[in-house]
């Protein structure tokens, strides 16, 4: 009998995973209705959309391994304004605000799946992790323009036209084209990469375009990016893929998590009579998530 403490996880298998996870996304789009590919997403998100960026704390413990406790507290302190700066602008500023997340987010989600493919030291890395982040995004809104309208609105006020998110496609997808073309040239990608790359946009346009604007995002947001982030960031923390090393994982993660799900669970309960806003908001609260989470992943890029 091998070993419970054996790798659960091999770096090179798990697409393996996130290609049947997909169909099988496609599957529920197809037999089931929106109102159960909407309750799926909110558990996918608020499990491990939310706990893969629950150990930011720790995984800047673990890289400087030295650090004073001051420095600790400054880091801490900053991750806190973030939070906070970000709610504020979204309160002032909405459209400003969303524009930012939808480019940061962008830029995180392509560095998260090409970061293995392509060396950090490579200039042109950065305009290929924006360009496919914000193809992805551009899909998910092209396909789900109703509904991203709608959202929006709640969140800014403002109306935009069927135009804008049709063009805002054609223009990220010229975008990624250039990025790939350019990749190919200087030999950072190999054609069977980039047709590779591509069957895969095509898979989740289909997806996209058959499921939920919040099943769309939560398929992509968890597993194509959060399960994949979490497994990197078991490696950088312990070294290995061990069952154990997850469950420490978990369990450092539990009280950032826990206040995570306590505050939207407040939220939740003052907009229950008006659930339309509990979207709206949740993305809002991902948004306070994610600038300080592309923070502190930017200052592992030469470990991580």
Not at 68 to 81: A, G, P, T
Not at 193 to 219: D, P
């Amino acid at each position: 009998m091998k070993n419970v403490e054996q790798n659960i996880f091999l770096m090179t298998d798990y697409k393996s995973f996130i290609i049947v996870a997909t169909f099988f996304s496609l599957w529920i789009a197809v037999f089931f209705s929106y109102e159960v590919e909407n309750f799926l997403a909110y558990i996918l998100i608020l499990s491990f959309g939310i706990i893969h960026g629950s150990n930011d704390l720790k995984l800047v413990e673990r890289k400087y391994v030295n650090l004073k406790k001051s420095f600790f507290v400054k880091i801490l302190s900053i991750y806190v304004l973030f939070v906070l700066g970000t709610s504020v602008i979204f309160y002032f500023f909405p459209m400003i605000a969303l524009t930012l997340f939808v480019l940061f987010s962008a830029y995180h989600f392509g560095e998260e799946h090409l970061s293995n493919t392509i060396k950090r030291i490579n200039v042109m890395a950065p305009f290929i992790y924006l360009s496919h982040g914000l193809l992805l995004f551009s899909i998910i809104f092209y396909t789900n323009y109703s509904s991203v309208s709608t959202i929006i609105k709640e969140i800014t006020g403002v109306d935009i036209p069927y135009i804008f998110f049709r063009n805002f496609f054609y223009i990220s997808l010229s975008l990624t084209v250039t990025s790939f073309l350019l990749h190919l040239k200087a030999k950072t990608f190999t054609l069977l990469k980039v047709i590779e790359e591509s069957f895969y946009l095509l898979i989740l346009y289909v997806i996209f375009r058959t499921a939920s604007l919040i099943w769309s995002f939560a398929i992509y947001f968890v597993f194509w990016h959060s399960i994949p982030s979490l497994i990197r960031q078991v490696n950088y923390l312990y070294g290995n893929y061990k069952l154990s090393s997850f469950r420490e994982y978990l369990r450092s993660s539990f009280v950032y998590w826990l206040i995570s799900i306590i505050g939207l669970g407040v939220i939740y309960f003052l907009f229950s009579k008006n659930q339309t806003y509990f979207t709206p908001i949740l993305f809002i609260l991902l948004a306070c998530i994610t600038f300080p989470h592309v923070w502190i992943i930017s200052r592992l890029d030469k470990d991580y």
